[in-house]
C-alpha cells in the first residue's frame, strides 16, 4: 500500500502534466470544474480546481460537492502514474472510477489522462 504522501506526490505532478499540456486542452475559458480524488485504501481524499486550462489548489480533504470524483487505490493510483496500469484498463477492470457527466468526461478527457 502507498503512503498518502505518495499519493500527494503523483497528484501534484499530475497537475503539472495539465499545465503543461494546457493548450492541448481546448477548454473555454470559463469552464471550471472541482475534482475530488478519493484514495479507498487509505482512507483518503484530495480536492482540486481545474480551471483556466490548469489544475490547481490541491488540498487535503474531500469536496464534497465535487463535479468530477475519482475514486481509486493508492496501489492502482501509483501504478497509473509508473505507467505499469493503463488508464483504459484501469476504467475497464474497475480499478477507476470517474463519476462526472459525460459532457464533463468528454471535456476532461485530455487532462484526466495519466501519462
Not at 66 to 80: F, G, N, Q, T
Amino acid at each position: 500500500m502507498a503512503t498518502v504522501d505518495e499519493c500527494r506526490n503523483v497528484l501534484e505532478k499530475m497537475a503539472g502534466k495539465v499545465a503543461r499540456k494546457s493548450d492541448e486542452l481546448d477548454l473555454e475559458e470559463d469552464f471550471e470544474r472541482t475534482l475530488a480524488v478519493e484514495i479507498t485504501d487509505l482512507n483518503q481524499a484530495f480536492s482540486a480546481k481545474l480551471s483556466g486550462n490548469k489544475l490547481t489548489d490541491l488540498l487535503d480533504g474531500d469536496a464534497p460537492d465535487a463535479e468530477v470524483r475519482i475514486i481509486i487505490s493508492s496501489d492502482d493510483l501509483i501504478a497509473l502514474s509508473k505507467k505499469e496500469l493503463k488508464p483504459a484498463k484501469a476504467l475497464l477492470t474497475g480499478k477507476i472510477k470517474i463519476k462526472a457527466s459525460v459532457k464533463d468526461l468528454a471535456k476532461l478527457r485530455k487532462a484526466l489522462k495519466v501519462d
